[in-house]
Structures are given as C-alpha cells and as structure tokens.
C-alpha cells in the first residue's frame, strides 16, 4: 500500500515529493513482532504510528504504582543528592556523575535509565515497549513519587521513618518540593509521615515535617490539619510518641497544639495510653501542656482512672485529684473504676489505690455492672475478704445487695468456693441477717456452699446456729436433700468430703424437703445416671497404678526375707546356717513385719486381678478392688515397719540414738496417709458441738478416728506382741 506526502495547503508551488512507505497494522498481541522487525532496521525514514483504542476508565482499576528500588533505596538512606537527581531527570540536570556517586550512576544504569541512552538503544527500548504500550490508557503518565511500598508509604513516609540526619531533612525538602500534598498523603494503616516519624522518635524529623506544614500558604491551618490527622486506629502522631515513651516529642506536639490530648474524640486517649504504659512523665506532660483539657476517654468504654487503678496507686491518686467525676463513669460493661480496684489484691490497707477510690465517691459501692454484680460482689469473687470488710465498715447495708441472679456477696462467695469470706461473714454478728437470704433460685448460702463440695465452707456456715439448716429453694430442696446428690452411686471413697458433708447434716437432724422418699430417689437416679459401663472405666487406672506399687512390696519384701540383716551363722558353728540375730526381740518383730508385708501384698495382687476379671458382675469387683485398696495400704505399713525394725536391729549396739530415731520417723510416712482422714473429723468437730453439744461430738469423732487408726495400725499391734510372746517363751 501508499502513503501520500503531507501537502502545505497555502503555498500552491509546493514541490511535492512522494517516497516508498509501509503500512503495517498490528490489530493485537499477534502482530507486535512485525512492528519489532520493523524498528530493528533502524531506517530514518522509517515512520512508527501506533494507535490503540481507548478504554473506559470505568473498566479499569487503578492500581497503586510500586515504588522504585532506587528511589526506595535513597530515601531509606537519606542519600539527597541521589534522590535530587532522580526527580530531576529531564528537567535540565548535568549528567549524573556530577551529583551523584558513580555506585549510584552504575545502579541507574543497570535499571534501564532513559537519559543518557543513544538512539539506537532508544529505538530497541522504544520496540521492547510496544506490546505494553498497547495495553496503556491513552495519556497515561506515572511519576516516581506516585509509587508506594508495601505498607502503602510514600517517599516522604520513608525518610520520615528512616532518619533524621541533615540529609533525611534535606530529602524530606525535595520530596515536599516536588509534592507537597505527599505531606497528608495516609498509607494503608492511615498513617502520615508525621505518625512514622513520631513512632521511629525522630524528634528532628517531626520538627521539621511541622515546619513544612507551617509553609504551605493555603489560608487555613495546616499545622493543626496535619497533627490532629488520626490513623485506622484513631489515633495521632502524639499517640505515636506517648507508645514509645518519647517525652520531647510529646512536648513538642503538644506545643504546637495544645488541644491535641483531647483527640480522638471517642477512643483511647494519649493519656489513657500513658497511664496504661505507665509513663508517669509523660502523663504529667499531657496534662500541664493541655490547660487541663484532655480527654480521659479509653477502650471499651473504659476511662483513664479504670486505667490508673490498674497500674498503681500514685496515678490513682493524680487522677482523682485531677478528675473525681471519673469515678462514676462506667465502661461497656458497667464496670466503674471501684469495680476495677475491688478486684486487685490486697487492697484492705490505708491509702491502697481501693481505698482511694471509695474515699473520693463511696457511692460507687452502690453502682452496679451490666449483670447486676456491685464491687462488693467483684471482691467477693476473688476471695479479697480485706476488700470486703473494707466495704462492710465503710457500708454496712452493702451486705445486703444483691445482682441479676439475687445474689449477696456471700452467695458468690459460695460459689466461687472462697472459704476465707464466707468463713469471715460467720463470725461476724453483724452479718447475720444475711445468712439465710435467699437468691432467685431460692438458694441460700448454705445451699451453695454443699454445691460446691467445700467442707470447709460447710463447717463454717453449720457452726453458726443462726443459719437455718431446713429451708427449701424453688425445687423443693433443703440443704439435706442437694447433699446426696454430690456422693454419686457406684465407686465412691466415703472418706471424700462429700460424704462428710452428707453424713454431718444426718447426724444434726436435717430435714428433707416436701417430697417423697420414693420420688427423690428416682429423682437422684435420674439425675446422676448410673452407667455401669463407665463404672468399669473408673477400675482401670487404678487397678494398673496399684498392681505395680503392691508388686513392688512383694519383690522387696521377698528379697529381705533371704537376705536377713546381720547375716547367717558359718557351718562350722553350732546352728550353722541360721541367722546371727536370731532370738532377738527385733529380730522376732522384723520376721512377723516383712512376713505380713509380703502376704497382705500378695492379698491386694489377686484382689486387683479379680477386681479386673471381666466376666464378674461390677459389685463383686469393686468389692475385689476395695479390699485390695486395704490390702495394699495395710502392706505398705508393714514394709515400713519390716525396715525400721532391720535398721534398728543393724544399729541398735554401735549407733542406738540413730536406731531409735529411724524408728520413730519411719512412721510418719503412715500417719500422712491418715492426715486427710484426721483434719476432716477435726474440721467438723466444731460445727457438730455447737448443734448437738459436746459430749456427744467427742464420742462420735474419737471413736471414728480410733477405729481408723486400729484399722491401718493392726499389724504393728500383732507384731510386737507377737515378738514379746516369743521372748517370754525362752
């Protein structure tokens, strides 16, 4: 095809000339490589066309440019002449050795620079870019300081975080001289150069950022724009500053705008942020640079006094000076600043930061949270039972208040098992009308307190005659019939506090409630859900841990019997063969010990294996198991006798003060195995005198605790007088 030479319309004696040319469309991708051959000629005459349809804007995402390497490579590195150079190419700049190192100069080189190419080279580039070319908007420009990191941060974001140097300060000019509007420009966290600056506490760099702000003429106030910009996180470049602590940029900030403390206007405050980092300077700084006009307002609701009884108690005491109406101020959750403090440890004392609290509005005490609990509830629930008094003197009628779920203090007490307070409210006379509240399940304390299986707090609410021992709740129940109810059916050991529980409220007379005995035991039945199949489960663990342990007291013992402590008689004396020791008092005691060690262990080895024979029905075998529980225990008394007595025997002439106090240490080992069983009669002792008296509680517990201890102590008992009948006999 031809081409027509283009013509001068006004001059009617043009010469008109007409040359050989080509037209070659590339309607797509396919067609690039002919329009490449074409350029590769590198003909002067050749003339390249390129058209490309437009496309809508509206088709197209815009997509945010990536920073360049060299660019991003200069800013981080504060390298201002470097960075000169690149925004100023094609604008009249000398070649790049003159301004910038020639590291630099081989760098922009290596990246493919435009400006100081020849032809040729232009004319390969210029056909390595048609195919992109193609896909570009028509117009379509891309500056360097359009490009963006992965953070989303400009180049004035960089130099803001990297340095504050003169040649961070110096870039920052020319980048801002370039751009100004990069000033405000946000990265994807929200951040300004002035929050990355603030954060990287880069004093310098914050002043300076300021200063350029102060220049832009603009008609408004640019500084105050720039500083009281917030983040994703609403939060300033003084928030920045307070997190890392940084006092001087903080008073800088504040210098420049005074009402920046009481930004953001509904989040966590500078303030609230420096108690909470307990950055006492800094909070001080807040507060004397802000004319007293912060804001106090935190997370969730949360003011900075809820902050500052967390942290201690001098910025309690600051706070409260500053601004008592904090105290009445409740977070999301209702909570009040005392509902915090109530919840601290050891607070009870003159001056403690609860203290404190309750001095300046004592009101609180009667604020309540979402679920209805007050601070006395709070304090309950975590066993502060000096908090607790604390209220109690300071109140006395916030005994009585009770949350949602109609629960005093004590009910939570209860319930959350804290003994020390429940036992605290029992010995108090003041506190007695508050025994026999009920909740809104109609539960009294005592009613919880069996719930939660505490012996203990049991004891102490069954000591006080003032609670009533017959009250019944919205399903009937009194103390009495909840009781059973914690001693399920199946394997159980009776000594558990729950059937010291059960077994104490029959002893006092108890009564059950308005139903009959036949509907509360398929009541209980239903409840609790006896499954055999689980019963058997429960026999597995055990009947492995107590085979090895009695197993191991068979093999000792075993081995002792044919290895006797001072050896045996040469067969050349009279009674050669015998044991040297034979005929001795300990001697007789250390035979009959390791003899009943080894048969009682051997006992609880079959007790164990029948207890496990499957095809026995699950009452036969837990009395299997039970009777090697007792096998077992009564061996590992003999064994500890059987040593003490082969020690003694061994020591007795050359070291007789040692024989004797083995003898008398070895025996602890048994009475710490009974000392469970012993604190638990004592500890209900006291109860039991004060409702059924005292004659009889001494009978009923001492006859318990002697029969246990002739239970475990039966072998000992048979093997001295075994040995003293022996004695007498030669």
Not at 210 to 238: D, M, P
Not at 415 to 434: F, H, M, T, Y
Not at 699 to 718: A, D, H, K, N, Q
């Amino acid at each position: 095809m031809a081409s027509r030479s283009s013509t001068d319309d006004t001059k009617e004696n043009a010469v008109q000339v007409s040359v050989d040319a080509k037209l070659t469309v590339a309607a797509g991708r396919g067609n690039c490589q002919q329009l490449k051959d074409l350029l590769s000629t590198e003909d002067s005459k050749t003339m390249l066309v390129v058209m490309a349809p437009s496309i809508q804007a509206s088709t197209v995402k815009s997509l945010p440019e990536v920073m360049s390497p060299l660019l991003l490579s200069s800013a981080c590195s504060g390298a201002w002449q470097d960075l000169e150079f690149l925004l100023n190419r094609g604008h009249g700049q000398p070649h790049p050795s003159m301004n910038s190192s020639t590291k630099f100069h081989d760098l922009l080189t290596a990246y493919g620079s435009h400006s100081c190419g020849d032809k040729g080279a232009s004319m390969q580039k210029a056909s390595d870019d048609v195919e992109a070319l193609l896909n570009l908007p028509s117009g379509s420009t891309v500056s360097l300081l359009d490009g963006v990191t992965i953070e989303g941060g400009t180049a004035l974001h960089v130099v803001a975080t990297y340095g504050e140097s003169d040649g961070f300060l110096r870039s920052a000019d020319i980048i801002h001289s370039k751009a100004s509007h990069l000033l405000f420009v946000r990265n994807k966290n929200g951040d300004t150069p002035l929050h990355c600056a603030a954060r990287a506490g880069m004093s310098r760099m914050v002043r300076h950022l300021i200063t350029l702000a102060r220049g832009e003429n603009t008609g408004v106030n640019r500084v105050k724009e720039l500083l009281e910009i917030e983040n994703s996180l609403k939060e300033t470049a003084l928030h920045q500053a307070v997190r890392i602590g940084n006092n001087d940029i903080v008073k800088l900030l504040m210098e420049e705008n005074s009402e920046l403390a009481s930004f953001p206007k509904d989040g966590t405050s500078p303030l609230y942020l420096a108690i909470l980092l307990e950055e006492d300077i800094i909070v001080e700084t807040l507060y004397n640079a802000s004319h007293m006009k912060l804001s106090y307002s935190g997370k969730n609701g949360q003011n900075a006094l809820h902050a500052a009884v967390l942290r201690g108690t001098e910025l309690t005491k600051k706070l409260l000076e500053w601004n008592s109406d904090l105290t009445i101020q409740r977070d999301e959750n209702g909570s009040t600043p005392l509902h915090f403090a109530a919840a601290l440890a050891q607070q009870s004392q003159r001056g403690s930061i609860c203290w404190q609290v309750l001095e300046a509005n004592s009101a609180a005490l009667y604020q309540s949270d979402c679920n209805g609990l007050f601070p006395i509830h709070v304090a309950a629930s975590v066993g502060e039972s000096g908090t607790v008094t604390m209220f109690l003197n300071k109140s006395p009628s916030s005994a009585g208040l009770q949350d949602s779920m109609g629960r005093t203090f004590l009910h939570v007490a209860a319930e959350k098992r804290k003994v020390r307070i429940v036992s605290s409210a029992c010995r108090n006379q003041s506190l007695l009308w508050i025994l026999n509240i009920q909740d809104n399940d109609g539960n009294t304390a005592l009613h919880l307190a069996i719930q939660a299986r505490s012996l203990r707090m049991f004891c102490a609410l069954l000591g006080n005659r003032q609670t009533h021992l017959n009250l019944s709740n919205n399903m009937g129940q009194t103390p009495l019939d909840i009781s059973p109810y914690g001693v399920p059916p199946g394997f159980f050991d009776e000594q558990n506090s729950e059937a010291k529980i059960h077994f104490a409220l029959t002893v006092v007379n108890a009564r059950s409630g308005g139903s009959r005995r036949d509907h509360f035991e398929e009541n209980y039945t239903r409840q609790l859900k006896y499954d055999e199949t689980e019963q058997l489960e429960k026999l597995k663990e055990p009947t492995q841990t107590l085979c090895i342990g009695v197993a191991l007291v068979a093999t000792a013992t075993f081995t002792v019997t044919f290895a006797l402590p001072g050896g045996y008689r040469a067969d050349e004396h009279i009674n050669g063969g015998t044991p040297t020791l034979a005929g001795r008092y300990a001697f007789d005691a250390f035979i009959i010990a390791s003899t009943f060690s080894f048969v009682l262990s051997v006992m609880a080895m079959i007790g164990l294996m029948y207890s496990g024979y499957s095809i026995l029905n699950p009452q036969t075998r837990r009395i299997y198991l039970i009777a090697a529980l007792y096998f077992g225990s009564t061996s590992g008394t003999c064994f500890l006798a059987t040593f003490a007595l082969g020690l003694y025997m061994v020591l007795a002439r050359v070291a007789h003060k040692s024989a004797i106090a083995i003898c008398v240490i070895s025996p602890l080992a048994v009475i710490c195995k009974q000392m469970d069983l012993w604190l638990k009669w004592a500890l209900l002792a006291q109860p039991l005198c004060t409702r059924i008296g005292l004659t009889r509680t001494l009978v009923m517990v001492t006859t318990r605790i002697l029969f246990s201890m002739l239970m475990e102590f039966w072998p000992i008992i048979f093997i001295f007088v075994w040995a003293t009948y022996t004695s007498n006999q030669f």
